[in-house]
């Protein structure tokens, strides 16, 4: 009798300890798709769906309680030129140096995201007009200083950037993205390597 018992209370004690790790596994799984899901597969940065949708609940949350944020649409001004010169893998490697300045010039509560070919976003809470355009010319000064080259011909990556802060009358968060989208535009037809505010 007391045989049985052990056997059915280490037959319980190992199905629980089997149930609970299958349950850690597949939490650890979902989140590791939630990840994927979010997450542009060249760079590392959030992507496109995931700005939007977090961009949306940070407008709505920053009316709610009075506060700002910025928007930056950037763009590798010289991305053509560097495929079409180096190659591919150099315009991927020109993509990721991009990325990794603007992971360095994010908090954990801002996103930085690859909007689309060579188009980045970023979304900084808590940031007016002069604190973005410090964040703009540093961004702007560092990756000026990467050069792609084969020993004979150097070529420096160059953006452009289009940014704008929440303003009173804005009513959602396209209102932003098509004024820091216009400013990107301008700064492009204005020669490039150079940031527009709107």
Known sequence: M????????????????????IEME?????????????????????????FLEHGANEFDRAKRENKTFSIFFIDLDNLKQINDRFGHEAGDNALIYIAEILKSETRSYDVAARFGGDEFILLLCNTDLEKARQVAERIRFTAEKIIISDKDHPLHVRISM???????????INQLLQRADTALYQAKNEGKNRVVFA
């Open 2 to 21: 007391i045989i049985l018992a052990s056997v059915i209370i280490w037959t319980f004690y190992f199905f629980f300890l089997t149930s609970a790790r």
């Open 26 to 50: 597949l939490k650890q799984a979902h989140a590791e798709m939630s990840l994927f899901a979010a997450t542009d597969f060249l760079t590392g940065l959030y992507n496109r769906r995931y």
């Open 162 to 172: 289009g940014v704008t802060v929440l303003k009173q009358e804005d009513i959602n």
